[in-house]
Nanobody
């Protein structure tokens, strides 16, 4: 049974940094598709960054390119989202998501079967 557990959210001032972690378990190997999504109350969930853990190839939403990095630690089966130069508009609940292979590094929430519980990120101006 796949489980995803996020941690690392919190409050920070604009221009600051946060690193989110997502501990994954239940995959039979280290090759799967994963992504970080965020959601503001009353709005649709949007993809921020995705990665295929088999290759480490990552993709980013235009709104976060250059400020956010998705990475992985295969030994610990953990995903990270390093967020720098944070802006108030980055405030949201951030979710880790994953899908078993075969899969694509999609930015559509419906393409992922497994989700973490979410962690709040608040950026103040």
């Amino acid at each position: 049974q796949v489980q995803l557990v996020e941690s690392g959210g919190g409050s920070v001032q604009a221009g600051g940094s946060l690193r989110l972690s997502c501990a994954a378990s239940g995959f039979t190997d280290n090759k799967y598709c994963a992504g970080w999504f965020r959601q503001v109350s009353g709005k649709e969930r949007e993809g921020v960054a995705t990665i295929y853990t088999g290759s480490g190839r990552a993709y980013y939403a235009n709104s976060v390119k250059g400020r956010i990095t998705i990475s992985q630690d295969n030994a610990k089966n953990t995903l990270f989202l390093q967020m720098n130069s944070l802006k108030p508009e980055d405030t949201a609940v951030y979710y880790c998501a994953a899908e078993k292979t075969p899969c694509g590094t999609s930015f559509r929430p419906r393409d992922y079967s497994y989700w973490g519980q979410g962690t709040q990120v608040t950026v103040s101006s």
